[in-house]
């Protein structure tokens, strides 16, 4: 294990796994990490959710925003999808894990954002999180090496300006969002207000949230009604 650290190999994925939230998350070689700035927009979803909420967690790499979500809402019912199939056996495991114990359901998906959702999940969403890559293609080789060599870049690149994933979540949202659900999308705070004003032109009421303990700043719209 020192050995791998020594190489250069991340910590969690030495380790299999990481503290997210209070949770143990599984964390398999070549998996996203969850970064600890993440439970800020943790945080935020739990803050508004209601016991039984239908949370939907895209790009959810190992789960762990949505199961750590779903674990603090009573009776939540959390869908959870991503396109890597590493990333989605991994989000399984720590959702068959924490499912019952903490009392919530939970389903992985495999696939392109919405793609793979069921359709009778549009218009009941409360919580939608998405924690879509956001490094501009130009800069993901300013990374640290960590990132850059045993992380996959499809987790990490986000387009000529990184925000091409983003947009795509945001334009689509309203036609799963309940009438006042919420999406919530990490970013960084250069992107915030290009960010923002996509929220805005896809009809979400957009605000910008952060934390400087954390250098975490979050998008947040909420469908109107």
Do not use: K
């Not at 954002?113 to 409360?126: S, T």
């Not at 939608?128 to 993901?140: D, H, K, R």
């Not at 080789?141 to 992380?151: D, G, K």
């Amino acid at each position: 294990m020192v050995d791998q650290r020594v190489a250069g190999q991340p910590l969690e994925h030495v380790l299999g796994w990481a503290e997210f939230a209070r949770l143990r998350i599984a964390v398999d070689p070549g998996v996203f990490v969850p970064r600890r700035r993440t439970e800020f927009l943790v945080g935020q979803a739990v803050a508004v959710a209601r016991p039984g909420a239908v949370i939907v967690d895209l790009c959810c790499g190992a789960g762990a925003i949505g199961i750590a979500v779903a674990a603090a809402v009573p009776g939540a019912e959390l869908h959870a999808a991503d396109i890597d199939p590493a990333a989605v056996r991994c989000a399984r495991r720590n959702a068959a894990a924490y499912g019952p114990a903490r009392g919530f359901t939970a389903h992985v998906y495999q696939g392109d954002l919405y793609r793979p959702l069921p359709r009778e999940l549009r218009g009941r969403v409360a919580v939608l999180t998405a924690n879509v890559p956001y490094v501009p293609t130009g800069e993901i080789e300013f990374l640290p090496p960590e990132a850059r060599t045993y992380e996959p870049r499809v987790a990490l690149d986000g387009g000529g300006d990184g925000l091409d994933l983003l947009r795509r979540v945001a334009a689509a949202a309203s036609g799963w969002l309940a009438p006042g659900g919420h999406l919530f999308i990490e970013t960084s705070e250069r992107q915030a207000e290009a960010a923002g004003a996509a929220f805005a032109a896809s009809g979400l009421l957009a605000r910008v949230i952060s934390d400087e303990d954390l250098a975490a700043t979050v998008i947040t719209g909420q469908r109107p009604g």
